[in-house]
Structure formats: C-alpha cells, structure tokens
C-alpha cells in the first residue's frame, strides 16, 4: 500500500469518527451527569418528552422551510425506506417463531426493526452535512409503519389482552396523526409550498429550539439507561442486536446504493438500518403488559455497539467514495 492511500484511507477514518464520536460521546456525557447527580430518570424523561415534542419537531420545521421541498421529496427514497421497513418487520417476526414465549416473540420483533433514527439520523446528517432534511423523508416513509407495527405486534403477543382491539388500533391512528415530529415536517411542508415569509425574529427563534434538540436529546439518552440491565435475556437480546446493527444494513444497504442514493440519503438509509433501538420501546412494551426486560437490554445492546458498527459502515461508504 502506497503512502497516498494510507493517507487517504486515515482520511476517511477521521471522516466517519467526526461524524459518530461527537455523537456518542453526548450520550456518555448524559451517562456522566447522572452519576454525578446533575440528571435523574424523571429529568431524562423530561428531556426525552421536550426532544420528542418540541426539539425534534422544529429541526425538521427548520430544514424544511429552509429548502426548497421539490429538492428535498424523492419519491424513490420513502418508498424504499418503507418497504426497506416493512421487509425488516417481516423478517424479525418470521426469526422470532424460534422464541417459545409469546411475549418475548412480541418485544423481539419491535426491538429487531425499530430504530432511533428521528434522533440519531438527525443528529449524524446534521454533523455530516449540516442539514436534517433527508431525516425527514425517512420519517414520512418509515416512522408510521413503526408506530403501526410496534402496537400490532405487542397487542398480539401480550399477556394482558388477547388480541389486537379497537382500543389499541385506535392508539396506533391517533399516534400516527399526533407524532409532533410529523406534525412539524406537516407544517414545515405547507409553509414551505405556500412559500410564508418568515420575519427574522421567527427565524432566529426557530433556529434556537432546533439546535437544543440534538444535543439534550443525546444527553437524555445516555443518562436514561441502566447498563446492569444488559445481561437480562442476553441470548435473544444479542439476537436482535446482531439484526439492527449488520444483518438488515448488509441486506439492504447495498439494495439503496443500486437504488442510486449517495450522500444524505445514504448516509439517512444507514442510520434508519443501523441505528440503535428507540428507548421508547420500552416504554411502548411496559406499558402494553410485557416484562420489558428484552428491550431494555436491546436498547443497551445496540447503543453500545453502535458506537463501532455505525463508524464501520461509513468507512465502507466512505472508502467506496459513495458519501
């Protein structure tokens, strides 16, 4: 190997290490500040509600309205991240037959396709290109069929009802609709079409609230975790966590570098395949009547080693000159 290539392949490495590290090291940031008192879990979880109600919401607002939408849409894209989903979805449930309770079946399934890409997508596009607009794609394409198929699957396989209800469909179409980070990428999407002036005091504000939504939201993840909780159910567990950090990006990663996406969009397809589990799994699993143990430890699972996959995977994006 030649010096030249050294020095380009060490370029690449510093590339993708300042796309990730700066990420994971706020979330160990928020691991810090709970043991040093500064967060308690009733603190994260209020960080998690603004993050998820306020935070995410007006990035993807911000991004919108400060493009132009018909640079931003690609058709293409969100209806491979939806079938890229659904595929996800069908595979996890056909592997967790091997499961012999139910219930477990149930967590296996969500923790297995279900990542935290509203957060974690937003945050390595923002880091690697400056802009989130790609994020909101995926979360049109994907994000409803997560909400749909997490209610679905956990309704079926819980202990405390039998079977999908009306109840549950009904919270599954109402959670789809009243997603705030729909409903900013709604809002960001008829301001943008309508082409409404934004004065700059607007502007400035907006832009404000949706810089503290990647960095608190971060910080409130690593602080929510309990890493003793990891080695509950291990065995199903590192499972799934083999699932959502290489098998499904080695399947369809390469189905979305044919697709022609490069760049963002490669680079959003990547975090939606091979991002960690959403904390909010757990909260969906406890409060639909399962143990919650499985998912806790994905959750932990995945975050942990993400840190190595995700800069792995951009390496080889990089190395291949697709981003």
Not at 34 to 49: I, V
Not at 129 to 135: D, I, Q, V
Not at 232 to 259: C, D, E, H, W
Not at 291 to 301: A, I
Request: net charge positive; glycine share 8%; charged share 10%.
């Amino acid at each position: 190997m030649s010096f030249l290539e050294e020095i380009v392949m060490l370029d690449n490495l510093i590339y993708c290490l300042n796309g990730t590290i700066p990420i994971f090291l706020l979330m160990l940031l928020g691991v810090a500040f709970r043991k040093m008192g500064f967060f308690s879990q009733a603190f994260a979880d209020k960080l998690n509600s603004y993050v998820f109600k306020v935070g995410l919401p007006v990035m993807m607002f911000k991004d919108l309205t400060g493009s132009d939408f018909f640079q931003v849409w690609d058709t293409s894209f969100v209806v491979f991240c939806f079938l890229a989903t659904l595929a996800s979805i069908l595979l996890t449930a056909l592997l967790s037959r091997m499961l012999k309770e139910p219930p477990l079946r149930g967590e296996f399934i969500q923790v297995g396709y279900r990542s935290s890409v509203a957060l974690l997508g937003a945050a390595f596009l923002e880091n690697l290109y400056g802009s989130a607009g790609a994020a909101s794609l995926i979360i049109i394409g994907a994000v409803p069929l997560y909400n749909a198929a997490a209610v679905t699957v956990l309704s079926l396989t819980s202990p405390t009802q039998k079977g999908l209800s009306k109840g549950a469909a009904k919270k599954v179409a109402k959670g789809i609709i009243t997603n705030p980070i729909i409903l900013g990428i709604i809002v960001g999407l008829a301001w943008t079409l309508l082409r409404i002036p934004q004065p700059t005091i607007l502007t400035k504000t907006v832009n404000s609230i949706s810089a503290t939504g990647t960095p608190l939201g971060l910080m409130a993840l690593g602080a929510s975790f309990d890493w003793k909780k990891a080695i509950g159910r291990i065995k199903p567990a590192l499972s799934a966590t083999a699932l959502k950090l290489v098998v499904f990006v080695a399947i369809f990663l390469p189905i979305a570098v044919a697709m022609g996406f490069r760049d963002d969009k490669l680079v959003a397809a990547l975090t939606m395949l091979g991002s960690p589990t959403t904390v909010s799994c757990f909260v969906m699993a406890r409060n639909m009547g399962h143990e919650g143990t499985l998912t806790s430890s994905t959750v932990m699972l995945t975050t942990g080693f993400s840190a190595f996959t995700l800069t792995l995977w951009l390496y080889v994006l990089k190395t291949l000159a697709l981003i």
